[in-house]
């Protein structure tokens, strides 16, 4: 059976921006286009605030143009990146490459708005019945369309060794408007056509450590998030030097009382680490985070960085 997570709404943060850029290549540069693109999607996923790309290639008879899909973790985030030399430069090399201009569209987050909410289903497939299963999502996804507040489903193939499930981020305006799908009757109905396609259904929402950790979004990827073990290392080596440098700073507010100091404390730890640290962490430990679980190799460099970073953090906080 399928096993369900109540889905909770979390603090407000800045909700992110994105940019719809479609692209008519011209036949002769179809091989310099790609080069072009995989140099700005690799710049972006570098770019402070980064949070997901896609880029889908033509399809004959019904969509010409590339369109290359940009998040950015704010409007602020997506301001900077358009703006940014890095991008003008790659934009011209694309540019270059194309038969009319491009057409970008921008969609600029409300940061007053509630946060959208993600559901992630993961489905094992039985033999033989892909194409049974393929028919079952195409109306699943028609169903969940028609639920007030429905953004999006963002679908994933099995993918080499490591990753044998599809994968289906459903993604709602807010925390209601997912439960009022999660729990409709019609949702069931769905459930109980999925049971003889699949061996096993698993569905949770994308809440806790692994919302500071980015989805891997390059075409025809898996679903990044890292172990819970990983998170929770990765988590430490950034959490510990920003107490101590918070701790170092406690004088500036000695007068307050316990309950009060604490509580700044708690609340810039907090927004350090989810606006400055963890993207930054999670970014320099990725090669290690997003392993596959049999690259030994890999498992011990990470490990190792973790460790030795915590012993210099130690020695270097005991000589302040």
Known sequence: MIADSTVRGDAHVPQP?????????????????????TAITDAARKFPGFVGTEVLGPIPGMQAEWVAIFRLESNDAMRRWLDSREHAELAARIEACLSEPPHLLLL????????????????????????????WRRKAIAAQAHYPGYLATEFFRPHGTFQNEWVDIVRYR???DLNRWMESEERQSLLKELEPIVESMHAHPLTG??????LNREPGATVGVPPRWKQALAVLFAL???????????????????AESMLIGNFLSVSLLTYLVMPR???FLSFWLEAP???????????STVAIGLILFVLMFQVL
């Open 108 to 135: 600029a987050s409300d940061d007053n708005a509630e946060p959208p909410v993600a559901m992630v289903f993961t489905h094992r497939v039985a033999k033989g019945k892909v194409e049974d299963y393929l028919e």
């Open 240 to 258: 510990y030097p920003t107490v101590m440098v918070l701790t170092f700073l406690n004088p500036l507010w000695h007068n307050l009382s316990l």
């Open 17 to 37: 921006a994105t940019a719809i850029a479609s692209h008519l290549v011209r036949a002769d540069k179809a091989d310099e286009y790609q080069r072009a693109q």
């Open 174 to 176: 807010s925390v209601d």
């Open 281 to 283: 962490v999670s970014q």
């Open 293 to 303: 679980t049999r690259d030994w190799k890999k498992e011990a460099l990470g490990l």
């Open 209 to 214: 450590l692994e919302g500071w950790f980015a």
